[in-house]
């Protein structure tokens, strides 16, 4: 299993540009989640799914989309990117019902926004 | 909303006890947790507690959860230089997705 991957591993945009990081996962998890994480603030979310068909805002949802393409894919797009969103963004996803409930992370994306 | 704090720095010796802390202000947690991220990399599962317990642990690991105060606490024991790396909290109120806390970096000096 290569649990949840994500693509690409770095990028830089300039002010107004566009583009869709991608996320996907093997462990036929329901719940799926876009987080971001800036220094000394911890990771905050951005959107989640809570299963295929269904999507949610998070904490700071402002500037971003999303599509729960199918159960194994969910994808965040920026549509003009702003500087205030350089961060790294992490996907993660989870199989509610199942003891301990943990989330399993990507290993990130890492944004530069010009 | 949720709120989850930790202290942002921890410097120990190697062979050492390593404790880290954190609060939390809501109590409808069903599962705290505590991941570590080293540098680079995602998050990864180290432990977690379920809400009733006040006690769990894992190898070098001890989870300590007060509820009555709202306090979780991670020990790392015979601290290795490996470990060094930044330590989150996290709880899942409401169970939607998981509440993360500022993070601690540990620093292991040989």
């Known amino acids: 299993n290569a649990g949840v991957t994500q693509t690409p591993k770095f990028q830089v945009l300039k002010t107004g540009q566009s583009m869709t990081l991608q996320c996907a996962q093997d462990m036929n998890h329901n719940s799926m989640y876009w987080y971001r994480q800036d220094p000394g603030m911890g990771l905050r979310l951005i959107y989640y799914s809570a299963s295929e068909g269904t999507t949610d805002k998070g904490e700071v949802p402002n500037g971003y989309n999303v599509s729960r393409l199918n159960k194994r894919e969910f994808s965040l797009r920026l549509e003009s990117a702003a500087p205030s969103q350089t961060s790294v963004y992490f996907c993660?996803?989870?199989?509610?019902?199942?003891?301990?409930?943990?989330?399993?992370f990507g290993p990130g994306t890492r944004l530069t926004v010009l | 909303g949720e709120d989850v704090e930790q202290s942002l720095f921890l410097s120990v010796r190697e062979g050492d006890s390593s404790v880290i802390n954190c609060t939390y202000t809501?109590?409808?947690?069903?599962?705290l947790y505590w991941y570590k991220q080293e540098p680079g990399a995602g998050l990864q599962l180290l432990t977690y507690i379920f809400s009733n317990m006040d006690m769990k642990q894992d190898q070098r690991l001890t989870v300590l959860l007060n509820k009555k105060d709202k306090h979780l606490s991670l020990r790392i024991a015979d601290t290795q230089t490996g470990d060094s790396a930044i330590y989150f909290c996290a709880t899942n109120p409401g169970r939607r997705a998981l509440t993360f806390g500022s993070g601690t970096r540990l620093q292991v000096q040989p």
């Open positions: 993660a996803s989870r199989n509610t019902g199942t003891s301990g409930n943990e989330q399993f």
């Open positions: 809501d109590s409808s947690s069903t599962y």
